[in-house]
């Protein structure tokens, strides 16, 4: 069912050309009862997307307007116009035929989605400068190395004049920078500017100039030469003046390019541009068995030199270390009686005596303070634990035991049966450092010096076994 208003549909959105309204409002659908009889609502906006097609030949023209990718959007049915595409040209160019646009026309909206319009823009160009003008460009080529930049003067923009009348002219300017130096001459299409040994900052220019003689023409400024950072060097040697003491020498906080280099102990050598900077280190550490006399670490001991380039290029420094060390002496009070072995000294150990030493053992021991009378041979227990073997002035430090428990009428055999069996009336006599079955290792005499060995042992209600050491391995009951 439809509306009309004479001939004219009223309905039937998106195609119906009328629209109803009440009072001022507008009507967007009505129903006979279940009949809807009017539809003029609004549906989502559909849209149509423009490309371009250049098709022009010759050159020198720019497309303007609507471009590729401009898009237009409206309701489904409804009408748009045609897309607005132009193209202008440039200077001296002008149409030899055109330009001409095709698909450039209006139309409906699509029902859904999109839909492409092509425009395509036609023609050929010329170009047709004045007879009597022509345009020059300049071209730059070539470097001179770090440090160097060339400005050109008014800019680098072609510049256009009469035939045969007029000059162009390009002012180029090379400057080496502060902290660099020349090491070939810097030249402009083969004129020196500025001399090979030169030292930035420093500059010097070239005029590019010439006749323009024809329409158009490249003219080249060439750039040639060589340049590096320019460096200071400051060397630093040290010298120690302090006995049994072991020096270190570094360099630290380098910054802005500066490099050290040479051996530790040795002259180093800093290398570095203008602003970088430096500390050269030099410090002193009492060797093994001496501290700082007085008991503090000197501030001449610990030196540090900083400097920055090229203020401190002019030579070099030799940093001298000064302080005195003394003798750090360690005692030990050992008995006088010397054991047969680590275990006998330290279990009869009996008698006081003072040993003296420095630095750490084991070491050299001696029996006086000045550390003159190296002490004499032999295994000595220590009061704090341990015991001191001695051997040709050299002392060294051995654990031990200090003391044995003894166990009677041990039986022993090969098997735990054989030794149980020899327990009873057998009169071998063994120490241990625990109960029977605990004792470990087993000794065969008092002093501790010689273990058991492997084999069976029992005291006739226990049995042991023990390895080639004395070690217990192995226990029962018999």
Partial sequence: MAIYLGSTLISSNPTGTGALYLG???????????????????????????????????????????????????????SFTAFNTSVSLATYYSWASGPTFSGEVGGTFPATGSITRTTTVGGT???????????????????????????????TTPQTGTINTDDYSWDITATLGSQYN???????????????GAVGPASGSFDVTGLITQSSDTI????LGGSVLRTYTYSFSLTNSISNTTTSQSVSNLSSGASASGPSGGTITITG???????????????????WSGGSRPSSADQTISGTMPANSSGSTAMTLTGSVILTTSTLTVSTYSGACANDACIYGSGSSTVYYTGSLPTSVFSDSGLTSPYSSGIFKISSGGALNVSSGIGSQESCISSLNTFNNIGNGGTSTS??????????????TGGFQTSSPLYSNNTGCNTAGSGFWSTGSQWIETNSSGVVINVGSC
């Fill in 273 to 291: 541009p203008e602003g970088s900077t430096w500390s050269m280190n030099g410090s002193a550490t009492p060797n093994s068995g001496y501290e």
């Fill in 182 to 196: 020349a090491t070939d001459a810097i030249s402009i299409n083969g004129t020196t500017v500025i001399s090979a």
């Fill in 125 to 155: 160009t010329t170009y047709s400068p004045p007879p009597s003008t022509g345009t020059y460009s300049l071209q730059e080529t070539g470097s001179a190395g770090p440090g160097v930049t060339f400005s050109v003067s008014p800019d």
């Fill in 419 to 432: 030794a149980c069996s020899n327990a009873s009336g057998s009169y071998d006599v063994y120490f241990g």
């Fill in 24 to 78: 001022s409002l507008n009507i967007c659908d009505a129903y006979l009862e279940n009949t809807q009889v009017f539809d003029n609502c609004n549906q989502p906006n559909t849209s149509v997307v423009l490309t371009v097609v250049n098709a022009v030949s010759g050159g020198g023209e720019t497309l303007v307007g609507d471009l590729t990718g401009a898009t237009k959007s409206g309701q489904p049915g409804t």
């Fill in 220 to 223: 080249l400024a060439t750039y």
